[in-house]
Every structure is written in structure tokens, then in C-alpha cells.
């Protein structure tokens, strides 16, 4: 139940495309769901997240989408850039117990 | 600047001896992490704590032994128990008891080799 599954765990777009990860939780406890970049030899860095009283966060070329009754959601590149390469960990926290469950990573690689 | 500092870069241990990591906040966090990367297999937790001198098991504990005798500290053992410590090592902290507590935020890593 502590378990966050994401896919794919790599993921090839062309430059200018729209990158997709999904991720999927089964705890209903979980309250907060961000995602991280991180770059090869880096520490992950947080990205965006959002609450699951929102359906929608976006922020700048980054979108979370959150299906609530289907307990999934994920997050959606707009117009993929080299720079975009990197691997991105989805994440679920339940804030009263200040655990933080990560999902497997996606390995992005935008082709220039 | 603040953040959260992790040290050496790049560790190597002979198989038998006992290594320490060491990772320092002055973020004001209550809660720091330790996690093992490995190639595709994503973050796994170590250990944690919440608060000065209390920590928990994560997920791979074995192995492994901490302490958090200072808030902003939360050096990790690697000790001779451990049998495949090669990894990268990620050291994060949070703020606690409230919705921004999944809002971790990482350290550099230690990549440690055993030779």
C-alpha cells in the first residue's frame, strides 16, 4: 500500500514533442505528490507537486494531471527540450507521518 | 547560502571497513533522510528521523546505522554488514506537519565504491 508505480521507466521524445509519465499510489491517505528532475551525478531537485483537491497544476511547460478516484497522476512535459533530459521521480507523502514514498524514476531523453 | 551539504563526493572503501557520511542542513528542518540509488531501481529509503536524537528504519536499514545528535545533522554508517554497499547516496530533509513536508530537498550525493 506504500507503493508508488511509475511509468515508463525510459522515455525517448523528439524535440518539441509532449513527454508523459504516469504514476499510480494505492494509500488514500497520501496527501501531497510532487515530482523531481534530477540530473545525472545531482541531488533530485523538486519540480512541481500538487494536492489532491486539484485536478490540474501547471507551471510553465510542466503539468500535473490528478485523477483522484483512479488514485493516479502524472506529469506532462509541453514542448520537450534537450535540457529536459533528465530522470524524474514521481512522490507521494502522507504529511502527518513525514514519509516520503518515491516512485522507480523515468529516464527522459529528448533527441535535438 | 541555505541548503544541504553532503561530504565526500566520492568514497572508497575496502570490503570489511566501515565508512561514515556526512550530511549537514541549515535549512531549520525537522526531518532528514538517507536513500541508496541504484541504476533503475529509483530511491529507496535507508533511514529517517523527525527529530533530534529519534530516527526510524526505512526500507533497506540493514546494514546501516545512524545517528541525529544535532538537528542539522544526519551523518550515515556504512558498515562492514552491508554486503553490496556500491551506490549513490542521497541525504534530503523537510519541514514537518504540514502538507509542505513531501517537499524534500537533496544533497549533492556521496558515490561510494568498494575497491
Known amino acids: 500500500q506504500q507503493q508508488v508505480k511509475q511509468s515508463p521507466q525510459s522515455l525517448i521524445v523528439q524535440k518539441g514533442g509532449i513527454s508523459i509519465i504516469n504514476c499510480a499510489y494505492e494509500n488514500t491517505a497520501f496527501d501531497y505528490f510532487p515530482w523531481y528532475q534530477q540530473f545525472p551525478g545531482k541531488g533530485p531537485a523538486l519540480l512541481i507537486a500538487i494536492r489532491p483537491d486539484v485536478s490540474e497544476k501547471k507551471e510553465g511547460r510542466f503539468t500535473i494531471s490528478f485523477n483522484k478516484s483512479a488514485k493516479q497522476f502524472s506529469l506532462h512535459i509541453m514542448d520537450s527540450q534537450p535540457g529536459d533530459s533528465a530522470t524524474y521521480f514521481c512522490a507521494a507523502s502522507n504529511s502527518s507521518a513525514s514519509k516520503i514514498i518515491f516512485g522507480s524514476g523515468t529516464r527522459l531523453s529528448i533527441r535535438p | ?115
Open chain 2, 1 to 115: 547560502d541555505g541548503g544541504i551539504t553532503q561530504s565526500p563526493k566520492y568514497l572508497f572503501r575496502k570490503e570489511g571497513q566501515n565508512v561514515t557520511l556526512s550530511c549537514e542542513q541549515n535549512l531549520n528542518h525537522d526531518a532528514m533522510y538517507w536513500y541508496r540509488q541504484d541504476p533503475g531501481q529509483g530511491l529507496r529509503l535507508i533511514y529517517y528521523s523527525q527529530i533530534v536524537n529519534d530516527f526510524q528504519k526505512g526500507d533497506i536499514a540493514e546494514g546501516y546505522s545512524v545517528s541525529r545528535e544535532k538537528k542539522e545533522s544526519f551523518p550515515l554508517t556504512v558498515t562492514s554488514a552491508q554486503k553490496n554497499p556500491t551506490a549513490f547516496y542521497l541525504c534530503a530533509s523537510s519541514l514537518q506537519g504540514n502538507l509542505l513536508a513531501a517537499e524534500a530537498f537533496f544533497g549533492q550525493g556521496t558515490r561510494l565504491t568498494v575497491v
